[in-house]
């Protein structure tokens, strides 16, 4: 069945602003997550980036999405309000998105992976093929791409910069140089701030760690075989992961669907562009 057994009684959410916070528990751990949008269909389970926690996620792409569709995003294992020790393998993470998705009582899901959350979808799609109806991947790419082993440093020196220049790590990662990718970080940043109460718990440093050790390895892995259909979307200038990752996985995958790469946008370019994200992601999901 498609109705969780830890759902309160109260109705959905309006937004994702004011969202509960709420746990189900997983083999002995507490797992936080926040669900809005209509009670019918296939729930979309949402996997976000290295670091990232509940408030990571732009509220228009959720508010979007949960317009139409019942969705669901969660702390894994040892993030933000989820207890317990933060995997440090992509395919650990996966099993543990796995087992909170059947905690829930779903017996049919899609998912949208973002980033990291991009690896882990693409291995719980190969192992839970049952499980799994439809995959969206953004700013992500296959096992072994070119240049994803380099994130981690990558990472670390901009989060370095970042603290030396009081600038948020993000702008620089997540976003192009030009004016116009400065103005559309700014405003992506300002939308993280519109949830004042119960924001969720920064992730900490050990975590954070255990991350970007599994992201490295993946890096050098062999790609995962998906048969689901899947829409795979980037900016043109994704530094995280190079954009022609998202080219190489569009071609590799047999069921796959290319959104063209959006214009002056990196590894936020569904952010960047959430309206038009949001209208072609609710599309493939609903064909």
């Given amino acids: 069945m498609n109705t969780p057994r830890n759902s309160p009684s109260s109705s959905p959410s309006s937004s994702y602003q004011n969202a509960p916070t709420r746990s189900v528990s997983v083999r002995g751990e507490d797992f936080a997550y926040r669900e809005l949008g209509p009670e019918d269909g296939v729930p979309l389970i949402l996997l976000i980036h290295l670091a990232g926690v509940l408030d990571n996620w732009d509220p228009r792409v959720v508010d979007g999405l949960a317009a139409r569709r019942r969705v669901i995003a969660f702390d894994n294992r040892g993030v933000g309000g989820s207890s317990g020790s933060t995997p440090d393998t992509i395919e650990a993470m996966a099993r543990d998105a796995v087992l909170f998705i059947r905690a829930l009582e779903f017996d049919q899901v899609d998912l949208l992976g973002l980033s990291m959350g991009g690896f882990i979808a693409q291995v719980i799609a190969e192992?839970?093929?049952?499980?799994?109806?439809?995959?969206?991947?953004?700013?992500?790419?296959p096992a072994g791409g070119p240049g994803i082993d380099k994130v981690p440093a990558l990472t670390l020196q901009a989060t370095l910069k970042g603290a030396l220049t009081r600038q948020d790590p993000k702008l620089s990662l997540f976003?192009?140089?030009?004016?116009?990718?400065?103005?559309?970080?700014?405003?992506?940043?300002?939308?993280?701030?519109?949830?004042?109460?119960?924001?969720?718990?920064?992730?900490?440093?050990?975590?954070?760690?255990?991350?970007?050790?599994?992201?490295?390895?993946?890096?050098?892995?062999?790609?995962?075989?998906?048969?689901?259909?899947?829409?795979?979307?980037?900016?043109?200038?994704?530094?995280?992961?190079?954009?022609?990752?998202?080219?190489?996985?569009?071609?590799?995958?047999?069921?796959?669907?290319?959104?063209?790469?959006?214009?002056?946008?990196g590894h936020a370019g569904i952010f960047q562009y959430h309206d038009e994200f949001v209208a072609r992601a609710l599309e493939f999901l609903g064909s």
Avoid at 129 to 136: C, D, N, Y
Avoid at 204 to 227: C, D, M, T, V
């Fill in 127 to 141: 192992q839970e093929p049952h499980l799994i109806r439809k995959v969206i991947l953004a700013g992500t790419g």
């Fill in 175 to 265: 976003f192009t140089e030009t004016e116009g990718g400065r103005r559309a970080g700014r405003a992506f940043l300002e939308r993280l701030k519109e949830r004042t109460h119960h924001r969720d718990e920064d992730i900490s440093l050990p975590a954070f760690r255990a991350q970007l050790k599994a992201i490295r390895q993946w890096g050098r892995q062999a790609p995962s075989e998906i048969r689901q259909p899947v829409l795979v979307a980037n900016g043109e200038n994704d530094r995280m992961v190079p954009s022609h990752n998202t080219l190489d996985l569009a071609a590799r995958l047999p069921r796959s669907e290319l959104v063209p790469l959006y214009p002056d946008a």
